[in-house]
């Protein structure tokens, strides 16, 4: 416990290994600590990023991996992070095999949980043909006959942004619906039905989703899911710290809220990726992680302690 890094990244995802390789270029002695439950890994592949439009998650963190070790003064471990505690300078950082690490700052970039409806079926489809994201996953149902899981202002959100892929989109709302005179006419106005049937699992062949069965015995012939869900902290690392959470963010209650430069409200901490994102993307990720890496150095100059 003698050495005291410059940064220590939680999390070895998109964020944290993007913000890695502009530490090392910056010559900062770093350390990264991934527990290895990125929340995409069970996707087809990336939508949407460039260079690796399509590529498996897993590819993309193994090549960022192996970049990493050009630069002497970064180091990675296996590893989940418990707790933490101390001032800007300072921090120690307590991992779950009892070790404990120091550090002058620290980049939460663990991600975040995705808590997405309770129906069976929908697990051994996530991250294909059921997904949260028409942006990433859109473009491999397009056509189709879709689906959208969801209720009130954030369901009509979605079912209209997802007639972008498909002419035949239906709005799913468990259940007697939450929407407005007004929901309704914008949904009839880009043609989108609503079904308010209980769901009661999702039926698939060969890992593709065939069909939303319901509680009345009938089912809805489907190929594609956008379903609404809500991101969770994996565990009370941020809470512990005592950065403030940005309860506005319509999403997750619990992003960490950041200011411009990606520092959250605790001296010291930095937060990039899902954990304070509004728009939860690898694209996006790889982008804050990379500006936070960049904040977290010139917080050095700033102390003159280069």
Known sequence: MDKIWDCLIVGGGAAGLSAALVLGRARRETLLIDAGAQSNLAAHGIGGLLGFDGV???????????????????????????????????????????????????????????????????????????????????????????????DGDRAVHMATLLRGWSDDVVLLTGGPAELTADHRSRLAHVGVDVDERVVSELHSLAGELQAVMFTDGASLARNGLLVATTLRQRGALAEKLGVAFAATNPISPEAIETDAMYRTSVPGVFAAGDVSAQL???????????????????????????
């Open 56 to 150: 498996p998650p897993a590819q993309l963190y193994a090549q960022g991996r192996h970049e990493l070790t050009a630069y002497p003064s970064i180091e990675t471990r296996s590893g989940e992070v418990i707790t933490a505690d101390g001032a800007v300078g300072d921090f120690a950082v307590e991992l779950a095999d009892g070790s404990v690490v120091r550090t002058r700052r620290v980049l939460l970039a663990m991600g975040m949980r995705y808590e997405s409806p309770d129906v069976p079926g929908l697990t051994e489809l996530w991250g294909n043909s059921v997904f949260h994201c028409p942006f990433c996953h859109g473009w491999e149902v397009r056509d189709k006959p879709l689906a959208v899981l969801a």
């Open 280 to 306: 939860p993307q690898v694209a996006a990720a790889i982008a804050a992680g990379s500006a936070a890496a960049a904040s977290m150095v010139a917080s050095f100059m700033e102390e003159h302690n280069v």
